[in-house]
């Protein structure tokens, strides 16, 4: 698994209004996947979860945020995976593929920054 980070500049940072921030995590795969976005001011979103989309509140500044996702088989569903990471209606990760052929979980984890203005 590869999470690729889209809609970001050079430096890695998507730039949104605030001080209210949407968020959606959405898999449409077959397999068992939990999609994780940490924000450094403590704020985490979690994919199985509350219906979508979400939100928090961030006042202007820049934060180190986290999205990691997780794929495994479990022998009930296929092996699939299509994640997605938004934010404020910008798709910023992705994730797709499936497990291979003798692999059970497959994960990866990208760091990027979220500037609020």
């Known amino acids: 698994m ?19 921030v949407e968020v959606v995590l959405d898999d449409a795969g077959q397999a068992n996947v939990t999609i994780t976005l940490s924000i450094d001011d ?3 979103f979690h994919f199985p979860g ?6 928090t509140l961030l006042p202007p500044g820049d934060y180190q945020c986290l999205v990691q996702v997780s794929a495994f088989d ?6 699939s995976f299509r994640s997605s990471v938004s934010i404020a209606g910008t798709t910023v990760a992705t994730a797709r593929g499936s497990l291979k052929q003798g692999q059970d979980v497959d994960q990866d984890f990208q760091l990027f920054v979220l500037r609020v203005s």
């Open 2 to 20: 590869e999470i690729k980070l889209q809609n970001l500049d050079d430096d890695r940072v998507l730039q949104v209004g605030g001080p209210r």
């Open 42 to 44: 403590g704020t985490h």
């Open 50 to 55: 509350d219906p979508w989309p979400q939100s």
């Open 74 to 79: 479990l022998g009930t569903f296929g092996r």
